[in-house]
């Protein structure tokens, strides 16, 4: 019975790996549309959706140090995607929103991922696409939970 979890485990770091490889362009710091990275297109993404997003929920949203997150919206500034406001109800807080030259970049990503997302939709057969989503969000959740139990992240 040991023998089966080993390979069990195999198949599992497998699939892990392979999601790795297959989805690299979202986690890379190259470019990979309209000069922004794929977290930078994320962030102009969330600042887009709120209109104007304090960088505390920033920070929150993509769940990384307050550092990483200044790091991350620097580049984004100094393109002229995203300006900075300092808040008007608090002098420590900061909001960014988007400037004309961002909405228009956000606007050419988001076209070139629909085309993206859409060749993704379009290899999965009709009657399987609620399956395949929802086993996908379970396996993300899994990994999720295992992974704040993971010894080896300490």
């Not at 392979?18 to 102009?44: G, K, P, Y």
Request: net charge positive; proline share 2%; glycine share 4%.
């Amino acid at each position: 019975m040991k023998k089966h979890t080993g390979y069990i485990n195999r198949d599992v770091l497998s699939l892990v790996s392979e999601l790795c490889q297959v989805v690299r362009f979202c986690r890379q710091d190259a470019t990979f549309c309209e000069d922004v990275t794929f977290t930078q297109f994320l962030i102009l993404d969330e600042v887009a959706k709120k209109g104007e997003l304090k960088m505390l929920d920033l920070h929150q949203i993509l769940a990384v140090d307050k550092s990483t997150t200044t790091r991350l919206v620097n580049p984004l500034v100094r393109q002229g995607l995203i300006e900075r406001k300092m808040s008007d109800h608090d002098s420590r807080a900061v909001n960014l929103r988007l400037t004309q030259a961002g909405r228009k970049v956000h606007k050419k990503v988001w076209l070139c991922l629909e085309g993206f997302v859409g060749a993704i939709e379009g290899r999965i057969p009709e009657r399987k696409k609620k399956l395949v989503y929802d086993a996908v969000k379970l396996f993300i959740d899994a990994v999720k939970k295992a992974s704040s139990a993971c010894p080896c992240s300490e």
